[in-house]
């Protein structure tokens, strides 16, 4: 499926032939960042020229055979370059007889997203102070103020699983079994993170995740950085945060944590292996000490302030194989 060369600018690395891809999928998790990234995949599309295919349907992440196989089809026939996105579990699309596209993603701490998601149904963002009741109109009232630890302690079906186990299918894919919390499904999401996404992103280093992002996909990120870092983006995307936020009890917390356990095992995983890549490309984390991760089931993430001393990998070498997936 990758088949435009690309020479590489001096950077990170010396200047290279690779193989290019011309087939981009961002099947971007909910409530991670995305709507900021596809306001800046809008002015990069414009900007470079590549073809910006997005979707109106952003309900619908789980698909029967024969959706999978005309989306697949829609997307397999779109002028290259290009990247398309939309809030879909991941697609298989050799499956169908189609070159697998090139997948990346972004994911984000799975309490704070749910809890995003929790508060951005009722109450919007600051796109306008009515958005929540377009975007849920039918929502009752005692729903819509439902206290968010009422929902937790007392097993409200959208505070409980299988509801909250949401980041892991959209790596695992289309099997029904990618939607019951548990091994199977954290397994194979690992394995297709690793064989089908060239970046897995954290949104809590989003500037980092930009930055991987022009160094991989400079046809499609050239400038990213600079342009989220405008003040006038910046503007725009405070737009999209969402409004009337309130933080659970920590017993409510531990409650999601117990709940949530294959997303954290999930995130962790994820969270290590973009810190191995930034280190392989000399990107220390400047970030916030995060807040304690669970202890009652996931061991510490590996340390990523230092670069790799004993890394012996020509960093080319190891480049190329990642767009050989």
């Known amino acids: 499926a990758l088949k435009i060369l690309l020479y590489v600018s ?89 070159d697998q596209p090139v997948y990346i993603n972004i994911i984000r701490d799975p309490v704070n997203r749910f809890l995003s998601n929790y508060f951005f149904r009722r109450f919007g963002d600051w796109r306008g102070e009515q958005n929540h009741m377009i975007r849920t109109p039918s929502m009752r009232q005692e729903e819509r103020y439902l206290d968010i630890n009422v929902c937790i302690l007392e097993n409200y079906p959208e505070c409980s699983n299988p509801r909250l186990f949401y980041i892991i299918p959209y790596f695992c894919g289309q099997h029904p079994r990618c939607r019951e919390p548990g091994e199977w499904a954290l397994e194979r999401a690992k394995l297709n993170v690793n064989e089908n996404f060239l970046l897995v992103g954290i949104l809590e280093e989003l500037e980092d995740v930009l930055l991987l992002l022009e160094r991989f996909l400079p046809h499609y990120f050239k400038d990213v950085l600079s342009i989220y870092k405008n ?67 996931i061991p510490s993430p590996l340390e990523t302030e230092e670069p790799i001393d004993d890394e012996e990998e020509d960093d080319e070498k190891w480049l190329e194989d990642i767009y050989k997936r």
């Open 10 to 98: 001096v950077g990170l690395w010396s200047k290279h032939v690779l193989p290019f891809p011309s087939q981009v999928v961002y099947n971007r998790v909910g409530k991670c960042g995305s709507r900021t990234v596809v306001l800046l995949l809008r002015i990069l599309s414009e900007k470079h020229g590549f073809n910006l295919v997005t979707s109106d349907i952003h309900n619908k992440t789980r698909l029967t055979k024969n959706e999978q196989m005309e989306l697949i089809k829609n997307i397999s026939t779109a002028e290259q370059p290009y990247l398309f996105t939309r809030h879909v579990h991941f697609l298989n699309f050799s499956r169908f007889g189609g």
């Open 231 to 297: 003040p006038e983006h910046r503007k725009l995307g405070n737009l999209t945060v969402t409004v009337k936020k309130t933080v659970p009890s920590p017993e409510a917390i531990q409650i999601l944590y117990q709940r949530m356990r294959y997303e954290y095992e999930f995130y962790y995983y994820v969270k290590e292996q973009f810190h191995l890549l930034k280190r392989k490309f000399g990107l220390k984390s400047h970030i916030r000490k995060p807040r304690p991760r669970p202890e009652f089931f």
